[in-house]
């Protein structure tokens, strides 16, 4: 079927061994070795997946033997007593645990989300190119700095500044660790949220522009609306981020399991426990269950936060 | 040749055609992009396809190398042999590729040197010998019309030439892997006229060892090149036969002689 | 100036806000940026009277009173080189399935999901997880090995992505005119895709780095240790089966655990972390600025 091609005058005709169309076979072991390859890329791929499943399974694995042991569903959720290593009175209610991490979490957003958000508009709509750059490479250090490194500051240069500035006899408490989750969770709102201005389309801008609106009109009018699933991205993002974290709050929230009534007063979180009690806790017992448990309970907040987070952003990209 | 009033009788080629093409059916997602064609093309030919944007014809070429299974949501009916073997039965879909050269629409220069641009593919069917491939290069190059000017400079990068010359360093890609068949997808859209005459020129001598499917955006070229041509228009044929019948006066559709002459399209 | 074109008292308002807005949104943004440079300031100036290459070089002693940081830097450097190991291929390699294998599919929204997921677990989950597994579970116990596994996993998402996104800056097109040529899908990623985003794939590598060095809870309880003593000047004084001091976590230890320690040791702890995890993103930036400046195509 196949005809040889004819020899082009002028042309050397193609040898044999360069000549076939089908060209000479790569080795049996290159192809194979490809297969292989593939096959582990593959694997590669998929184990994100593996490894989300693996955290819930094993967490639960060295917790479940409290599940269904000593779990008392309304001591847990509901109770603010939390003595897991008291002889005569065992209590583990997380509430108060629950309430501190919301509280720090709260008042973080509280100071986070107008700056983030504010930082953002500001690096996107209003900054020349250079001050972009600089900028975004600040704020990328900022989200460099290590928690622990963040803890410290919060012992050593808020807690001082606290009991200066507000005259309270002790600096470490909510207001402290709330401040310090700002500044950790303010880089990624910077970022997502500029990505989600930056998404907005130049026309939109273009047309408001030449409607004679100011920048701030686009803005406001135009702009956050085109990018508000975006934007509150950022901001589940700053949430899941400051939920999660650990070293910071454990140093500079003061530690006592407290529901807390001002700023001032010192609580602990869910994760700061975790943290604090589990060197501790001896392997295999009802403390050392609840902690999993409780490693359990953040890995669902943090789990649905994202979640609620993706489906916000896959909006925008149907929008 | 010409048959002024009478639509001309089908001319069946003496050879057995290079490509058929049987009821061929696309849809992106849901959206039809070719609504069932049926051709042949002939060995040592050029066969042009010419229609406004959007008509299917860059989807088709994509059918012919299966590239098309690369894009994301493409559905496929319907057969394309070459030399009477069924493209998707082939056991090999990298010997297919090899079989049918690619040249897209706007030129893309590897970011990879000259040389390395053109020996990319006999390296990747295995090749090794040096001097074979500095051979194979040269001869590639001088194909496409490109060695004169690039031969003191093949290690410099591709993506560094200009338009015109990257588009020559693409047929010489396409070149490279000796295709049986050689696809052009509007290739002097970015280009100047000059060159454009050089590639027509490179074309009328590869002719006589390859088939050549030519798209294109230029009815004029269709007409220099091609000794058949095919006129598509949202993903259906409205007329194919010989170019002349084509551009002649009285081609079979009313909606041929008006695309040709430039009243739409 | 009377015949000024469009000069109304409303046109002077609007012009007027933009300014005011303009200002205000720039000191936000200030706002975030000035405390990190007055607190770095404010640690190097409290750090200063220890900091030396000796305070680097030398073991702490003393109930980790008094000498360097030597031991929990090393540390360090192993639990962040056994955790790149293991991180960067496997990370690389699922960005490479994501971008350039993964057809649209309900397993793709999966895994995308699994990644974004995978990211947002709180470091102390990843800690009780490298408990749970590798510790008790696969029997490692508590060893330079198992707080490495644990790092890697956490910080696998981040290598992910940032590979993701320099795979993904390559053009289609690329991809296109290899696959045109007969080249499979592998050779188009070894010969073309690869070469081209591997600036970008290092940033977020090194990323990674300074992310791993940084951690502290995720090693807690799975491999790092108050205090060791081990051999000044010897790089290989920790095996795999160790555990080790880290100097997250020795920054943690003086400063919580250690209340007469001279005031200036936790400062330069703290500024020795500090400041190697700033040099590594420092480098990571200065690569992709240099790398950006000189595409090829």
Known sequence: MNLPPAPVAGTRPLSVSTGSPRGPRRSRAAVLGES?????????????????????????REGVGFLFGGLKLGEFFFSTEWY???????????????????????????IAVPFGLGAAIFVSEFCSDRWREGLKILIELLAAIPSVVWGFIGISVMNPLIQEVFHVPVGLNVLNGALLLALMSVPIMVSIGEDALKAVPDSFREASLAMGATRWQTVRRVLLPAAKNGLLAAILLGVGRAVGET?????????????????????????????????EASVGSPHYQVLFIIGILLFTITFAVNLVADLVVKGTAKG | MLAPSVPPPPVRPRHPPKIQVRDLRLSYGGQEAIRGISFDVDRNDVFAIIGPAQSGKSSLLKCLNRTIELVPGAKQSGTI???????????????????????????????????????????????KDKHELAALVEQCLRQAALWDEVKDRLHTLGTKLSGGQQQRLTIARALSHEPEILCLDEFSIAIDPVTTMRIEDVLK?????????????????????????????????????????LFSDEPQSRKTYDYVNGIFG | MATTFGETP???????????????LGLMALAMVVPLLLIVGYLVERAWPLLSLDFVFTNPTHGMREGGVWSALLGTLYLVSVSLLIAAPVGVLAAVYLNEYAKKSWLTRIINLAVVNLAGVPSIVHALFGLGAFVLFA???????????TLAIMTLPVIIASTKEALAAVPLSFREACWNVGATRWQTIRGIVLPNSISGILTGVILQVSRAAGETAPIMFTGAVFFKRIEEGNPFAYSLSDQCMALSMHLFTITTQVTDAPKALPYATAVVLLGSVLLVNACAILLRLRLRARKKW
Request: with cysteine; glycine share 8%; charged share 15%.
């Open chain 1, 84 to 110: 897991p290593t008291s002889l005569s009175n065992v209590r583990y209610g997380v509430l108060a645990l629950i309430v501190g991490t919301f509280s720090v979490t709260g008042l973080a957003m509280l």
């Open chain 3, 10 to 24: 409303f046109i002077r308002k609007k012009r007027r806000d933009e300014a005011i807005v303009r200002v205000v």
């Open chain 2, 205 to 245: 001598e590869l002719k006589q060892r390859m088939t050549i499917v030519l798209v294109t955006n230029l009815v004029q070229q269709a007409r220099r090149l091609a000794s058949r041509t095919m006129f598509l228009w949202n993903g259906e044929i409205v007329e194919e036969g010989p170019t002349d019948v």
């Open chain 1, 247 to 279: 070293m910071a709050v454990l140093m500079a929230t003061g530690h006592a399991v407290n529901i807390p009534k001002s700023p001032f007063d010192p609580v602990r979180t869910l994760t700061a426990t975790i943290a604090a009690e589990l060197g």
């Open chain 1, 36 to 60: 292989v390859l593939e096959w582990v890329i593959r694997l590669c791929g998929i184990s994100a997946i593996l490894f989300v499943f693996g955290i819930f399974f094993f967490v639960l």
């Open chain 2, 81 to 127: 042999t070459i030399d009477g073997l069924n493209v998707d039965e082939l056991p090999s879909v990298y010997n297919l590729r090899r079989r049918v050269g690619m040249v897209a629409p706007l030129p893309v220069g590897l970011p990879l040197s000259i040389f390395d641009n053109v020996a990319f593919a006999p390296r990747a069917a295995g090749f």
């Open chain 3, 139 to 149: 029997g490692m116990g508590r060893s330079i090995l198992a707080a490495s596994l």
